[in-house]
């Protein structure tokens, strides 16, 4: 069975840095890409960043280009996004998918003063 | 990356047949055959009803189908049942890596 994982949300200052991670099990993890997306409060999706499945291309949308970093370490099965620079509007929840078709239950992330 | 747009709400009574539209562009519904529809309910993640525009993944209903013409994919569900009240999302792949997610449209059954 395909497993999600997602850590690493909280609160954190505006300007601030978090670290998230997804740990995947039940698949062949280098033979997926995979994706963040998130959902702030209220609102519908918004695709974040996907890493193909060597982790040798990365891809992210122009609202977070820049500031965040999707890596992947296929040894350990583990997808990571390093958010720099966090915005209010970066609030949401983030999801990691396989692909985009299996989905985690998400960490909350909330920038806020 | 402009989400692709969705009706708002769309409600019908059990029994019924309704149909979600997602309308996008020729960079994004227009060219690829990605486009995938997720059921939320609230509190939960998205489940995956619908990939490649009309495939079902294992264990969902054959209530729900896809299709797709020119910048406009559509989600059907038939038969509609209590459990199908959810927010429904479309998503395409527009090139280069990247996605494109729907604005949303929440289901409800009278």
């Known amino acids: 069975e395909v497993q999600l994982v997602e850590s690493g949300g909280g609160l954190v200052q505006p300007g601030g840095s978090l670290r998230l991670s997804c740990a995947a099990s039940?698949?062949?993890?280098?033979?997926?890409?995979m994706t963040w997306v998130r959902q702030a409060p209220g609102k519908g999706l918004e695709w974040v960043s996907g890493i193909s499945g060597s982790g040798a291309s990365t891809y992210y949308a122009d609202s977070v280009k820049g500031r965040f970093t999707i890596s992947r370490n296929n040894s350990k099965n583990t997808l990571c996004l390093q958010m720099n620079s966090l915005r209010a509007e970066d609030t949401a929840v983030y999801y990691c998918?396989?692909?985009?078709?299996?989905w985690g239950q998400g960490t909350m992330v909330t920038v806020s003063s | 990356q402009s989400a692709l747009t969705q009706p708002a709400s769309v409600s019908g009574s059990p029994g019924q047949s309704i149909t979600i539209s997602c309308t996008g562009t020729?960079?994004?519904?227009?060219?690829?055959?990605?486009v995938s529809w997720y059921q939320q309910q609230p509190g939960k993640a998205p489940k995956l009803m619908i990939y490649e525009g009309s495939k079902r993944p294992s264990g969902v209903s054959n209530r729900f189908s896809g299709s797709k013409s020119g910048n406009t994919a559509s989600l059907t569900i038939s038969g509609l049942q209590a459990e199908d009240e959810a927010d429904y999302y479309c998503?395409?792949?527009?090139?280069?890596?990247?996605?494109?997610f729907g604005t949303g449209t929440k289901v409800t059954v009278l």
């Open positions: 998503c395409s792949y527009a090139g280069t890596g990247t996605y494109v």
């Open positions: 039940g698949f062949t993890f280098s033979s997926y890409a």
């Open positions: 998918a396989k692909g985009v078709d299996i």
């Open positions: 020729s960079s994004d519904v227009g060219t690829y055959s990605l």
